[in-house]
């Protein structure tokens, strides 16, 4: 069973970079995609990026494209978030979590499971 453990977090000034990290317990196979979402307080959880085991394809949220970058790393079942050029906007608590890839599902949160305790990120004006 796949267990995620996210970190890398903190508080920055707008137009910083910060990289997270989303460490996987727990084998991950082809049919896998690993997403990041964030969810400020008060607010649903909201779709950043995922990217696909099988073929490393990624997808980006709007608000986040040409601004963030996922990756895997090259440590075993490691997935990367650099964020660059933050803005307040960008504060929330980052998660990250696992499926079986959906094209259908792939920005829904509720299709994902093993989320870690998340890791927060505040950007500051």
């Known amino acids: 069973q796949m267990q995620a453990a996210e970190s890398g977090g903190g508080s920055v000034q707008v137009g910083d970079s910060l990289r997270l990290s989303c460490a996987v317990s727990?084998?991950?196979?082809?049919?896998?995609?690993v997403g990041w979402f964030r969810q400020a307080p008060g607010k649903e959880r909201q779709f950043v990026a995922s990217?696909?085991?099988?073929?490393?394809?990624?997808d980006y949220a709007d608000s986040v494209k040409g601004r963030f970058t996922i990756s895997r790393g090259n440590a075993k079942n490691t997935v990367y978030l650099q964020m660059n050029s933050l803005k307040p906007e960008d504060t929330a608590l980052y998660f990250c979590?696992?499926?079986?890839?959906?094209?259908?599902?792939?920005?829904?949160?509720?299709?994902?499971?093993?989320w870690g305790q998340g890791t927060q990120v505040t950007v500051s004006s």
């Open positions: 979590g696992a499926k079986i890839y959906d094209s259908r599902t792939k920005y829904y949160w509720k299709s994902y499971s093993s």
């Open positions: 990217i696909k085991w099988s073929d490393n394809g990624t």
């Open positions: 727990g084998r991950i196979f082809s049919r896998h995609a």
